[in-house]
């Protein structure tokens, strides 16, 4: 079974630009998170998706993200215009609960994130 | 100050020693991840746990919840072991998202 991918691996762009990050989740989980690494920093969480709706967008630093994730399947974060903080790694996650219990969360390689 | 604080931050042992990376929290949770990250590579959940002890080939973790401390072992530690070890939780009433320490980097020399 595939895990959770990430494209692309590294992004570098200038400040100003756009970028555009997917995650491809376990296929059958419900549950996507996305989270964040700055440098020298914990890693953060940004939100979280149940199916398509955002059940928690608690963590997104402000209105230049937008995550989508169109027919509950794979999910984009879009930073637009990308600033000189937003350099990271980005961390996507997938999860599904059982009724015997809850399983942990799987995460993908991660998309690091240079904004020059 | 962090809601999860991991001790210590740095840790390099020979090849064979017992190590121990602590966790502490401040907050009420429901469950805690120790997750394991190598130089370059993606993120792997180790263990998953909410009272007691778990055991994974040579990784042992506790936690005691009434202490809010955990801890991660690993025995007979080897050069392979290198690698960032994360401690996360998930609070009480906040849903599954995950709130991580900043993580113990740990070299084995051989």
């Known amino acids: 079974e595939a895990g959770v991918t990430q494209f692309p691996s590294h992004s570098v762009i200038e400040k100003g630009q756009t970028v555009t990050l997917r995650c491809d989740p376990i296929s059958g989980h419900d549950n996507l998170y996305w989270y964040r690494r700055v440098m020298g920093k914990e890693i953060k969480f940004l939100l979280h998706f149940v199916k398509e709706s955002k059940q928690d967008e608690s963590g997104m630093p402000n209105n230049r993200f937008l995550a989508e994730r169109t027919g509950g399947t794979y999910s984009t974060l879009k930073v637009q215009p990308a600033e000189l903080e937003d350099s990271g790694v980005y961390f996507c996650?997938?999860?599904?609960?059982?009724?015997?219990?809850?399983?942990?969360?799987?995460f993908g390689p991660g998309t690091r994130l240079t904004v020059l | 100050k962090n809601e999860v604080e991991q001790s210590p931050q740095n840790l390099t042992a020979q090849e064979g020693e017992f190590i121990t990376i602590n966790c502490s929290y401040s907050v009420g949770i429901s469950a805690l991840h120790w997750l394991q990250q190598h130089p370059g590579g993606g993120i792997v959940s180790l263990f998953m746990l909410s009272s007691g002890k778990k055991k994974h080939g040579r990784l042992i973790a506790t936690i005691n919840i009434q202490e809010k401390h955990s801890s991660l072992h690993i025995t007979a530690s080897h050069p392979r072991d290198s690698a960032v070890y994360i401690c996360a939780v998930i609070r009480e009433s906040s849903g599954d998202k995950l709130t991580f320490g900043t993580g113990t980097r740990l070299a084995v020399r051989p």
């Open positions: 996650a997938s999860s599904q609960d059982f009724r015997e219990g809850r399983l942990g969360q799987f």
